[in-house]
Nanobody, 123 residues
């Protein structure tokens, strides 16, 4: 019942930065936590980062810790993913999610997903 729309993807070179946005609409009062997952070609969906409603709980995948930062602006019903020092292995479709809790295993089973935005990092 929550609609999620991602934006900000694109084609960049290794070492560049990119900022993804995810705008939520609809029944936003049901959105307790939000996060980002990604899926590379031929690979399964992978957890990236999650954040609770008030930002009190944040989780990062080891592969992005220190490079990516998740944040949210509840007045805009928007979550962001700032991606720095991008690597070719970051190439994937990035999906926004909204769920009951920020813990990755709980967020992973949500039914609220955006359509994804493509991030391509060249070497």
């Amino acid at each position: 019942q929550v609609q999620l729309v991602e934006s900000g993807g694109g084609l960049v070179q290794a070492g560049d930065s990119l900022r993804l946005s995810c705008a939520a609409s609809g029944r936003t009062l049901t959105t307790n936590a939000m996060g980002w997952f990604r899926q590379a070609p031929g690979k399964g969906r992978e957890f990236v980062a999650t954040i609770s409603r008030s930002g009190g709980s944040i989780y990062y995948a080891d592969s992005v810790k220190g490079r990516f930062t998740i944040s949210r602006d509840n007045a805009k019903n928007t979550v962001y993913l700032q991606m720095n020092s991008l690597k070719p292995e970051d190439t994937a479709v990035y999906y926004c999610a909204a769920g009951l809790a920020a813990t990755p295993q709980i967020m992973a089973i949500t039914t609220n997903w955006g359509q994804g935005t493509q991030v391509t990092v060249s070497s």
